[in-house]
């Protein structure tokens, strides 16, 4: 099975376990084209039975010389294929001659999923660096910044989640202390992610956590604080027209998916991806489920901001500038 997900320009800031997200080498400073692409970005679709689809996670550039300036730093994709078993295809990108493999257009056939493109902050061009990760059969993307690291790895150690992290990430350990909360709770998934992002809402210094979190049945997606936008369509068959495939285009998003025009769909995105009316904001502190029937559950368990927020001025340059807005 070739493997892709819905394509996106999405992005993430690591940091370097034990630091505050210090700069890394030749990173950069500032967005030179103005167009906001360096700027995390997220992307899950919950198709609730599996659907064909093909995607790109990268549009072709016009110009090479143009494009080198943001070039992104890894792209990736997970979904749960039609046996339920996760699989994931991801590649660090060192230079623009590297996106082949995001710019390829991709078939593949799932029940929900999760892509994701990097524009780092911090941390090599390493597959341990890309998004998705899994980890106890579960995929999982994020989008933000989080500081406190130290504190962190000593919460995974005593929860014995340590060894889940193999490389260098804000995003992955996020996950594994999710993890961690959830083999607490025996399992409860929706309950280890209150548990974890609530700890890390009173402990961390947190800048943005944005998250999507697909099993081969449900999906979750958290807004955390009001940082950046994070938007999901409860798409019925064929759209608002009542007739239309899943038809996709953004600046660096292109899906289609002929099967969603008879079968209804949730799309969670950064943006939105189409002229739908039916997108809504999710509020600061609002965390989805969507369960297996497509049924969307809607909670608040934290406070809308976290009892350390960061903002802008205090992450280095590099971390800044992967966070901009578009």
């Given at each position: 099975?070739?493997?892709?997900?819905l394509?996106c320009?999405?992005a993430v800031s690591?940091?370097?376990?034990?630091?505050p997200?210090p700069a890394?080498?030749?990173?950069r400073?500032?967005d030179?084209?103005?167009s906001?692409l360096?700027m995390c970005?997220?992307?899950?679709?919950?198709?609730?039975k599996?659907?064909d689809?093909?995607?790109?996670?990268?549009e072709a550039p016009?110009s090479l010389a143009?494009?080198?300036?943001r070039?992104?730093d890894g792209?990736?994709?997970?979904?749960?294929?039609p046996?339920?078993?996760?699989?994931v295809?991801?590649?660090?990108?060192a230079a623009?001659?590297d996106?082949?493999?995001?710019?390829?257009?991709?078939?593949?056939?799932g029940?929900?999923?999760v892509?994701?493109v990097r524009?780092a902050?911090?941390?090599?061009h390493?597959?341990?660096?890309?998004?998705?990760?899994?980890?106890d059969g579960?995929?999982f993307?994020?989008?933000g910044v989080?500081?406190g690291?130290?504190d962190l790895?000593r919460?995974l150690a005593?929860?014995?989640t340590a060894?889940?992290?193999h490389g260098?990430?804000d995003?992955?350990?996020?996950f594994?202390?999710i993890?961690g909360?959830?083999?607490?709770?025996a399992g409860?998934?929706h309950?280890?992610?209150?548990?974890?992002?609530?700890?890390?809402a009173?402990?961390?210094?947190v800048?943005?956590?944005n998250?999507?979190l697909?099993?081969?049945?449900?999906?979750w997606?958290?807004?955390?604080p009001?940082t950046?936008?994070l938007y999901v369509l409860?798409?019925?068959?064929?759209?608002?027209?009542?007739?239309?495939a899943?038809?996709a285009?953004?600046?660096r998003i292109?899906a289609?998916?002929?099967?969603?025009?008879?079968q209804?769909?949730?799309?969670i995105?950064?943006?939105?991806i189409d002229d739908d009316?039916?997108?809504?904001?999710l509020?600061a502190?609002?965390?989805l489920h969507i369960?297996p029937s497509?049924?969307?559950?809607?909670?608040?368990p934290f406070?809308p901001?976290p009892?350390?927020?960061?903002?802008e001025?205090d992450l280095?340059p590099?971390?800044a500038?992967?966070?901009?807005?578009?």
């Amino acid at each position: 099975m070739t493997l892709c997900s819905l394509s996106c320009r999405f992005a993430v800031s690591g940091t370097v376990a034990g630091q505050p997200a210090p700069a890394a080498r030749g990173a950069r400073s500032a967005d030179p084209s103005g167009s906001g692409l360096w700027m995390c970005r997220l992307f899950g679709l919950q198709a609730g039975k599996p659907v064909d689809a093909e995607f790109w996670l990268l549009e072709a550039p016009d110009s090479l010389a143009a494009q080198s300036h943001r070039n992104p730093d890894g792209a990736g994709i997970g979904t749960f294929g039609p046996d339920g078993r996760p699989e994931v295809s991801k590649q660090p990108i060192a230079a623009w001659r590297d996106t082949d493999f995001a710019r390829a257009a991709r078939h593949l056939r799932g029940t929900t999923f999760v892509a994701h493109v990097r524009y780092a902050s911090t941390g090599a061009h390493t597959m341990a660096n890309t998004h998705p990760f899994l980890q106890d059969g579960r995929l999982f993307a994020h989008n933000g910044v989080v500081q406190g690291l130290p504190d962190l790895d000593r919460r995974l150690a005593e929860l014995g989640t340590a060894d889940l992290v193999h490389g260098e990430t804000d995003s992955e350990r996020v996950f594994a202390l999710i993890t961690g909360e959830t083999r607490r709770r025996a399992g409860d998934l929706h309950r280890g992610i209150v548990d974890a992002i609530g700890w890390i809402a009173v402990e961390l210094p947190v800048f943005a956590l944005n998250l999507v979190l697909i099993t081969a049945t449900d999906q979750w997606a958290l807004r955390y604080p009001d940082t950046h936008e994070l938007y999901v369509l409860d798409r019925p068959a064929g759209g608002s027209s009542g007739s239309g495939a899943l038809e996709a285009h953004t600046a660096r998003i292109s899906a289609r998916s002929p099967h969603l025009a008879v079968q209804p769909s949730v799309v969670i995105a950064s943006e939105k991806i189409d002229d739908d009316p039916a997108w809504r904001l999710l509020d600061a502190g609002e965390l989805l489920h969507i369960g297996p029937s497509l049924r969307i559950s809607s909670s608040t368990p934290f406070p809308p901001e976290p009892r350390h927020p960061l903002r802008e001025s205090d992450l280095d340059p590099a971390a800044a500038a992967s966070q901009h807005p578009s």
